[in-house]
């Protein structure tokens, strides 16, 4: 049973571009959470897809874009990117929009300059 | 707007003391979750507390939930170094973990 993986580990891009980080979900999980995290602070929850559909949203603006495969694995879309964006992307993955608990991947740590 | 806060965000303590944090949240829930992060790592889920009066323990840490006073604690005895990380809380609106909202975090060092 192989856990949550992301990538790229780390990246830096422009002020403006596009960026998009993958996940792949631990073996069996139909549902992945995506998280923002920026620096000395709390995960912030960004949105959860659950069978290829979304399934809520939290306080992110519509350049933050998702997508959810057959296999389950997701990724993140962030258009025209801020400096403000920069943080450490976590994805967390868990079977039936699981209540106790999900498996969290190491992240990716995005630089935005 | 569910918002969870932790207290305090910083500590510093000395090998084989007991010290506790603090989790407070601002609407009803019967879910909460206690994590570990290192530096530079994911977050490794510590508690998972599903009702009121639940209380979790795993080696020196102990966890505590009070849905009435919307308070969780996490107790560390006899700390060792090897405790040093940061702990999240997080409360979930529903059933879905998933959709957790965060405090910022309890940054523990402990010195020898």
């Known amino acids: 049973e192989t856990g949550v993986t992301q990538s790229p580990t780390h990246l830096i891009k422009t002020r403006g571009q596009q960026v998009t980080l993958r996940c792949s979900s631990q073996?069996?999980?139909?549902?992945v959470s995506w998280y923002q995290q920026a620096l000395g602070q709390g995960p912030q929850f960004i949105f959860q897809?659950?069978?290829?559909?979304?399934?809520g949203r939290g306080n992110f603006p519509p350049r933050f874009s998702g997508l959810q495969f057959p296999n389950y694995s997701s990724e993140l879309n962030v258009n025209a990117l801020e400096l403000d964006d920069s943080a450490l992307y976590l994805c967390?993955?868990?079977?039936?929009?699981?209540?106790?608990?999900?498996?969290f991947g190491s992240g990716t740590r995005l630089t935005v300059v | 707007e569910l918002k969870v806060e932790q207290n305090p965000l910083f500590l510093s303590m000395q090998e084989g003391k007991n010290y506790t944090i603090y989790c407070n949240y601002s609407?009803?829930?019967?879910?909460l979750y206690w994590y570990r992060q290192d530096p530079g790592k994911s977050l490794e889920s510590l508690f998972v507390?599903?009702?009121?009066?639940a209380v979790k323990q795993e080696g020196r840490l102990m966890a505590s939930l009070d849905t009435k006073a919307r308070l969780s604690t996490l107790h560390i005895t006899a700390a060792v170094h090897d405790l040093s990380a940061t702990y999240f809380c997080?409360?979930?609106?529903?059933?879905?973990?998933?959709?957790?909202?965060f405090g910022d975090g309890t940054t523990l060092t402990v010195k020898p």
């Open positions: 609407t009803t829930s019967d879910r």
């Open positions: 073996s069996g999980h139909n549902t």
């Open positions: 997080a409360v979930a609106p529903n059933t879905n973990a998933g959709k957790s909202t």
């Open positions: 897809y659950y069978r290829e559909e979304e399934n």
């Open positions: 507390l599903l009702s009121n009066g």
């Open positions: 967390a993955s868990s079977l039936d929009q699981g209540a106790g608990g999900y498996t």
